[in-house]
């Protein structure tokens, strides 16, 4: 397809063919307390490593859309979470994407309990096997389209320890953390293969 | 594991745990060549939907590292491919993370073979289910630690065609597109289940 036939897709066809085809995405709830105390929950796919030593995430907002209430908050109280889903929980994560009102906590509606890390302000997922607590530290506009991306530290991570191995590597798979394809259809993956560090004097070289 | 903990990790093991904990990743190829056009072809999993009209993707590029010769080459020439890959070449591709010398094209080591699309000059991956040519948009500098977000607009889609649905959905699926954990697990997909558009006032609904 080239960009004129693109640029003709009906709007709501172009956003779903374009958000699928991008290949497969993360999916996290985000979790944020306003200045008032009122919490919210919201769902993203577009989180992005920026780097880990310091440990920094990163997230696409489009600050005039239902993500709205999020940013403002993680603005506001600088402190979130991100908690990523388990298969058991993608109904009750999707119907966060609705638009609520913003005096109505996505987490009385949907369900999800809330979990408070000690000293940290914005609510967890308790259901979440693994979720990270952030603090803001930079947020980068993008005039292109007037997007943003926001970027945390890290302050703490908890996840069941049995998933992660020696070599610090975590398998998702083993506590059924779910990916996305475009907005709406939710993937569970399983390990085809891990390789050795690649050098270019060797074949690669299968991880047992 | 709290920051002190983390921050304490061998700084492979820190890589590993936190490239790996954050979530499923896409995995992609970028093709590209120099004003020489001498080829080049890198493995990254740092791609992100930045809006879908215009489509925008940016990749998050540590420019002294391995990464170096793709970023160099889309500054120098503006064009680049991005390929989704499929199981059949998860190795070929984990290969090209080995640390080539720029004289050295990695289609030619990895037996990968470029394909050319009329009108441009970046190479794309004749084996890969989906690619896009995109000309260089952006380069946004993010000082926490030395990064990169690249953006690019999407000029051209190469894609089965029986994969996308009425509704614009790509289900990636019946392409075998790979995505990733860390820095080196391949996974492979299953949709579990899609959901229309949430409301506010309806529970969460099954798309059939």
């Known amino acids: 397809m080239n ?9 709501r066809v172009k956003a779903q063919y374009f958000n699928s085809i991008v290949g497969h995405k993360n999916v996290c709830l985000i979790g944020t307390k306003d200045s008032a105390s009122q919490g919210n929950l919201a769902i993203f796919n577009s989180l992005v490593h920026i780097g880990s030593n310091p440990p920094l995430l990163g997230i696409i907002f489009r600050p005039d859309s239902v993500e709205r209430h999020t940013y403002e908050n993680i603005l506001e109280t600088k402190e979130y979470t991100i908690n990523l889903i388990s298969t058991d ?37 308790a259901s979440a096997p693994i979720s990270f607590g952030l603090v803001f530290r930079e947020n980068i506009p993008i ?21 992660v191995a020696s070599d610090g ?12 394809i475009g907005l709406d259809a939710y993937t569970e993956g399983q390990i085809i293969q891990r390789f050795e ?12």
Chains 1, 2 share one sequence.
């Open 3 to 11: 960009r004129a036939e693109y640029d003709t897709l009906e709007q």
């Open 89 to 125: 929980d993608i109904a009750a994560a999707h119907q966060t994407s609705a638009r609520y009102p913003k005096q109505q906590s996505e987490f009385d509606v949907t369900g999800l309990e809330p979990h408070y890390v000690d000293g940290f302000n914005a609510p967890s997922v």
């Open 197 to 208: 560090y690649a050098k270019p004097d060797k074949a690669p070289r299968i991880k047992a």
């Open 169 to 180: 590597f975590a398998d998702l798979t083993k506590a059924h953390i779910v990916g996305c």
């Open 143 to 163: 005039p292109l389209n007037g997007t943003n991306l926001v970027i945390g530290e890290v302050q703490w991570i908890n996840y069941p320890e049995d998933i």
